[in-house]
């Protein structure tokens, strides 16, 4: 259990002082402060055999788990997390969704150099939000061979109205014994081309995904994707988890894949949608939702009495990922089995949420705004931003202390979920909802607000893996 039932807590975190903080710039010491409670960990990324269910595969992990094993704090306490790197590549970890300081963000040639093959690197910050996040690398395609894991910083002032929490990691897998993503980017690489002016129609066709105009969401390109996992398990081997009938069950939902959008449903019940990238919103029912690579939600639902599968489907794909609630007796659900529930009006995240008063940024009216136009085709496979691939770039540029507003837009035929360091965006068009990852519709737009409060040059990317290797990452710089 996960005590008490309590009126939801806000996003405010608690300082070391123990006073509470608004959501402005994190704290950016390199060391503790007095008083800071210190949260140390060490992690090893190198070569495993994992079992996904019956199904074994040789690649790489940290310590040898799928996912690996989950890092806790609360909010306000210091990490202090050392990666040993038994990899033969390079790699780094970054905290993703987390407001950090700039050394720690985990980009090589942008915070860091890359650790090499044997080295060590420590991690040091202090993580301010409390919210659901999880770490991956910052190298290649290196997060889709299966290193990440959940970071999960709670508030000690939210008790959390839930009697207990299931954590749901969703991932793709392109098969089960010799996943090598470095193969699937040699294989893009091959067809890589100049972004061509203007958009290209070809191939596109329609699909009964609400608002979107392609089904070839999840951008498989050539590469058949077999395998989906909950919590590093496939459908015939499900992760179980149980409760008691009438608990309040927290979800926090993570979708670590790489190339693939996925709407959850839960057999039989209603989800609260209550957080959205660690921050809360104005608390909304929904039937299924759409979780975007590197996106989080946070759902609560009051289980029946039974066994009900949760299901993340692959959007545009052939397949599905399945984990069991159990709560009574009963058989389990067929490995492919469809609840309801998961073609009923499905949510779909930044448009129909808003932020709690508790997560908004204060009004204000933006200092500067930017044009980031997202380009890019399947063929030749080519993305890219303001019409450059990453390293061909001009970086994106703000003052300090500045509001920043990006008008992102698609000008693609595929979903880019857009991802930012350092930072959460407010969306002014969803009643300020607080997100650090976007999911951007084909031929849509999005306005990201910011406010410019902890210095660096961070990172700013579509989270299909594929994609950003691909060139469709830039950098915001603080001038
Ligand atoms: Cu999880 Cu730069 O990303
Ligand atoms: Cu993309």
Not at 197 to 207: E, K, Q
Not at 215 to 238: E, K, M, Q, T
Not at 338 to 355: H, Q, S
Request: with cysteine; charged share 20%; net charge negative.
């Amino acid at each position: 259990g996960v005590g008490a039932l309590a009126a939801c807590g806000d996003n405010t975190a608690s300082t070391p002082g123990g006073a509470s903080r608004p959501l402005q710039g994190p704290p950016l010491q390199a060391t503790p402060q007095p008083g800071q409670k210190v949260v140390e960990t060490t992690l090893t990324a190198r070569e495993s055999t994992v079992d996904l269910g019956g199904i074994t595969a040789r690649t790489w992990a940290y310590d040898d788990a799928l996912p690996g094993k989950v890092i806790r704090a609360n909010a306000g306490d210091f990490l202090r997390v050392a990666l040993d790197n038994r990899l033969p590549a390079d790699t780094s970890i970054h905290w993703h969704g987390i407001r950090l300081r700039n050394q720690a963000d985990g980009v090589p040639g942008v915070t860091q150099d890359p650790i090499r093959p044997g080295g060590r690197f420590v991690y040091e910050f202090t993580a301010p939000d409390a919210g659901t996040h999880f770490f991956h690398p910052h190298v290649g395609a290196q997060l889709d061979r299966a290193l990440y894991a959940p970071i999960i910083i709670d508030d000690p002032n939210e008790p959390g109205a839930y009697d207990a929490e299931w954590i749901v990691v969703l991932d793709d897998w392109t098969d089960g014994v010799g996943k090598n993503p470095d193969q699937i980017l040699a294989d893009f690489q091959a067809k890589t081309g100049p972004i061509k002016p203007g958009m290209d129609m070809g191939g596109m066709d329609h699909s009964s995904m609400p608002g979107m105009s392609s089904s070839r969401l999840g951008d498989a390109g050539d590469v058949v994707y077999p395998h989906y996992l909950i919590n590093g398990r496939i459908p015939a081997a499900p992760t179980e988890f149980r409760a008691k009938p009438g608990q309040r069950i927290r979800l926090r939902i993570i979708n670590a894949g790489s190339d693939t959008v996925f709407r959850v449903a839960l057999g039989g019940h209603t989800l609260r949608v209550t957080h959205t990238d660690g921050h809360r919103v104005q608390d909304k029912q929904a039937r299924a939702l759409f979780v975007a690579m590197g996106e989080r939600y946070d759902v609560t639902v009051t289980v029946g009495d039974g066994v009900f599968p949760l299901v993340a489907a692959a959007e545009g794909k052939n397949g599905q990922a399945l984990a069991v609630l159990r709560t009574g007796s009963g058989a389990a659900p067929a490995p492919d089995v469809r609840p309801a529930e998961l073609d009923g009006p499905v949510l779909l995240g930044a448009t129909e949420l808003a932020a709690a008063d508790s997560a908004r940024l204060p009004d204000r009216e933006p200092d500067s705004t930017i044009k980031v136009a997202l380009n890019g085709q399947m063929d030749p496979y080519a993305w890219g931003i303001n019409g450059k691939k990453h390293g061909e770039d001009n970086p994106l540029t703000v003052g300090k202390g500045q509001r920043l507003r990006m008008q992102i837009t698609n000008e693609t035929m595929m979903l880019h979920p857009m991802h930012i360091h350092g930072h959460t965006w407010s969306l002014p068009g969803s009643a300020g909802l607080r997100k650090d990852t976007v999911l951007i519709k084909p031929m849509g737009s999005v306005e990201v607000d910011l406010d410019a409060d902890n210095p660096g040059t961070w990172a700013l990317h579509c989270h299909n893996i594929y994609h950003m290797e691909m060139g469709m990452m830039t950098t915001l710089k603080y001038t």
